[in-house]
């Protein structure tokens, strides 16, 4: 089975940026959907972004159209997250997602906005 890490979490103040990624273990994921979901503390997991294998189209939740970007290196097999201007609203657990015959998770990374 296909594995995907995330990497890139990590604390920043508000109005900062971060840069997510996720590296997938193979090339098992070329010519699927991916994307990032996130969980608040305390809050069920929502939609955040997602991306068609040749880049478009790109899809995204409402709270972070304008301020994220969704990307892809399909050389790579890695799917990325440009995060600007972070708000406290933007803290929890980002998971990455590919859309396979069923959905396969990466673990999380933790991302923590201060006010």
């Known amino acids: 089975q296909v594995q995907l890490l995330e990497s890139g979490g990590g604390l920043v103040q508000a109005g900062g940026s971060l840069r997510l990624s996720c590296a997938a273990s193979?090339?098992?994921?070329?010519?699927?959907?991916m994307g990032w979901f996130r969980q608040p503390p305390g809050k069920a997991r929502e939609f955040v972004a997602a991306?068609?294998?040749?880049?478009?189209?790109?899809y995204y939740g409402s709270p972070v159209k304008g301020r994220f970007t969704i990307s892809r290196d399909g050389a790579k097999n890695t799917v990325y997250l440009q995060m600007d201007d972070l708000k406290p609203e933007d803290t929890g657990v980002y998971y990455c997602?590919?859309?396979?015959?069923?959905?396969?998770w990466g673990q999380g990374t933790q991302v923590t906005v201060s006010s």
């Open positions: 997602v590919v859309e396979l015959a069923e959905r396969v």
């Open positions: 193979s090339s098992t994921v070329s010519g699927y959907v």
């Open positions: 991306i068609a294998w040749r880049g478009e189209p790109t």
